[in-house]
């Protein structure tokens, strides 16, 4: 059975999808958007480093409504503005994940809501 996660760390989904969902023991995150705590209709400042730690701590909160953490993490996929920012994701993505790190997709974008430099999506399995 399917249920909605809805958690208090992370923002409002913009559109008709959940932030994320369960079925069975896998926990699938949506795409996340480095949205500001402070505007819901802003992004964090800075950029692809603020902007991925952003990501990566609204993805650890849906995780959290469900007792998961970042460890729990199977398979995540990246989509990047522009691919030159792939070298500073990664320090971020390994420093946060840790090892051993999920498998991992990246796909380089021509543009993402907001003007985002960085969206993230994953799969875990509690």
């Given at each position: 059975m399917k249920y909605a996660i809805n958690a208090?760390?992370?923002?409002?989904?913009?559109?008709?999808?959940s932030q994320g969902?369960?079925?069975?023991?896998?926990v699938f995150a949506s795409g996340q958007l480095?949205?500001?705590?402070?505007d819901p209709r802003a992004l964090v400042d800075g950029g692809i480093t603020e902007q991925t730690d952003r990501v990566i701590d609204i993805i650890?909160?849906?995780?959290?409504?469900?007792?998961c953490t970042l460890s729990d993490v199977a398979q995540t996929?990246?989509?990047?503005?522009?691919?030159?920012?792939?070298?500073?994701?990664?320090?971020?993505?390994?420093?946060?994940f840790g090892s051993p790190a999920p498998a991992r997709a990246v796909v380089g974008v021509s543009e993402l809501?907001?003007?985002?430099?960085?969206?993230?999506?994953?799969?875990a399995c509690r």
């Open positions: 208090q760390g992370a923002p409002e989904a913009f559109g008709p999808y969902t369960t079925a069975g023991r896998l480095p949205i500001s705590h402070e650890e909160s849906i995780l959290g409504e469900v007792g996929t990246v989509y990047l503005a522009s691919l030159s920012d792939l070298e500073a994701m990664n320090e971020v993505y390994a420093r946060r809501p907001l003007g985002s430099l960085v969206e993230m999506d994953c799969i």
